[in-house]
């Protein structure tokens, strides 16, 4: 079936411009994570989501970093005002909630934001 | 700050197991041990978890220390494509991973 799918895959962006980034996940999937990658680095947690509900957003940087998930399903992660630390791989994950005590996240293939 | 400790980098032949190494010596009762892996510029890819017992699945097994300590995730055929950094990851499963900084192997033809 089709897996995590987020676009753009690369997105370049000028100091200061605003940039969004979209995540489709799996279908029925309730649980939506966002991760930043910086390079050489592992993911780090930004945000999640189950089903539209935003229950952590306690790894945003910043109050330029916005998220949302309006419907449930895809989520689109906002950077207003992009700085040049923003550049990263930016990852998108969903799972499923089973009700079972552990489940895996998967990832999609991430963007990667430069700012010049 | 991550709750798990690998080594940076190991290298290990084509063909032979590749056994990676994780201590979390701080890990409480209820949490699980996860393995990803993330090949260049792709996503992080889900291998196998487990909470007390030994785990085998179609990519890996995953041995877990008696006092739940340290944990080893084995390879048992290493090829090319096997090639990635590998995380291992200690959460209580239903939320938020907290990464370290992994383990780049490399198989070596």
């Known amino acids: 079936g089709a897996g995590v799918s987020q676009s753009p895959r690369y997105k370049v962006a000028k100091r200061g411009q605003d940039v969004a980034l979209r995540c489709d996940p799996i279908?029925?999937?309730?649980?939506l994570f966002w991760y930043q990658q910086a390079l050489g680095q592992g993911p780090e947690f930004l945000t999640y989501?189950?089903?539209?509900?935003?229950?952590?957003k306690s790894g945003l940087p910043s109050d330029r970093f916005f998220a949302e998930r309006p419907e449930g399903s895809v989520s689109t992660l906002k950077i207003q005002r992009t700085q040049q630390e923003d550049s990263a791989v930016y990852l998108c994950?969903?799972?499923?909630?089973?009700?079972?005590?552990?489940?895996?996240?998967?990832f999609g293939p991430g963007t990667r934001l430069t700012v010049t | 700050d991550a709750k798990t400790t690998q080594p940076t980098s190991m290298d290990c032949a084509e063909g032979r197991a590749a056994n990676l190494p994780c201590n979390h010596s701080?890990?409480?009762?209820?949490?699980?041990v996860y393995w990803y892996r993330q090949i260049h510029s792709q996503g992080p890819q889900y291998i196998i978890h487990?909470?007390?017992n030994n785990e085998t699945n179609e990519m890996a097994s995953l041995i877990i220390t008696e006092d739940r300590k340290s944990s080893t995730l084995i390879l048992p055929h290493a090829t090319l494509r096997d090639t990635a950094v590998y995380y291992c990851?200690?959460?209580?499963?239903?939320?938020?991973?907290?990464f370290g900084t992994g383990t780049r192997l490399k198989v070596l033809a």
């Open positions: 487990g909470l007390k």
């Open positions: 989501f189950q089903n539209e509900a935003q229950l952590d």
């Open positions: 994950a969903s799972s499923q909630q089973t009700g079972a005590s552990s489940y895996e996240q998967y």
């Open positions: 701080t890990i409480s009762g209820n949490e699980y």
């Open positions: 279908s029925g999937h309730v649980s």
């Open positions: 990851i200690v959460t209580s499963g239903t939320y938020k991973y907290i």
